[in-house]
């Protein structure tokens, strides 16, 4: 009986130890917020202590992060909007090194190039404002990669037609 006691005791001091030791690391699970009041549209890459790229400060804290550093992850990221597109895209380039040449691609399915430019980077983290104009695209799902050296990131977009 003292034994079942003690074995009932111990079990809530050890919950207590796990969370207290997990307050101190990166993430801190009693924070999390599903479904977070966020700007979606505030695009301010975030590099997460756990090494995942969040759209902003909110979109990490509200993961239970408890520290981050501004920029992102990877050498380079990007998004867009809006998606699907009809007319332009707007697409925001960030990337986090010291002057080194971004190439930008966008592809179709079948592998055909439509777009490619190369963009100038500034030492620290840069952040550039695109409009590509797509509306003499035809519909269909396209490639967007944006690369520097070997590293490379890849998203997708839909453009339809406005009738």
């Not at 009809?86 to 179709?108: G, M, Q, R, W």
Request: proline content about 4%.
């Amino acid at each position: 009986m003292r034994n079942l006691l003690l074995s009932l005791l111990s079990i809530p001091l050890f919950a207590l130890g796990t969370i207290a030791q997990t307050s101190f690391g990166c993430v801190d699970s009693l924070l999390i917020v599903v479904g977070p009041n966020c700007n979606y549209a505030d695009y301010t890459p975030t590099c997460g202590c756990d090494g995942t790229t969040y759209r902003n400060q909110c979109f990490a804290r509200s993961n239970g992060l408890l520290q981050w550093l501004d920029g992102p992850c990877e050498l380079v990221d990007f998004d867009f909007y809006p998606n699907p597109v009809a007319y332009d895209l707007f697409l925001t380039l960030v990337t986090k090194f010291d002057e080194t040449p971004v190439n930008l691609y966008i592809y179709d399915l079948d592998g055909n190039l439509y777009y490619f430019d190369n963009y100038q980077t500034n030492a620290g983290i840069t952040r550039q404002e695109l409009i590509l104009d797509v509306s003499l695209y035809e519909r269909g799902i396209y490639i967007v990669m944006a690369q520097v050296g070997d590293y490379f990131t890849i998203k997708k977009f839909v453009k339809h037609t406005i009738e």
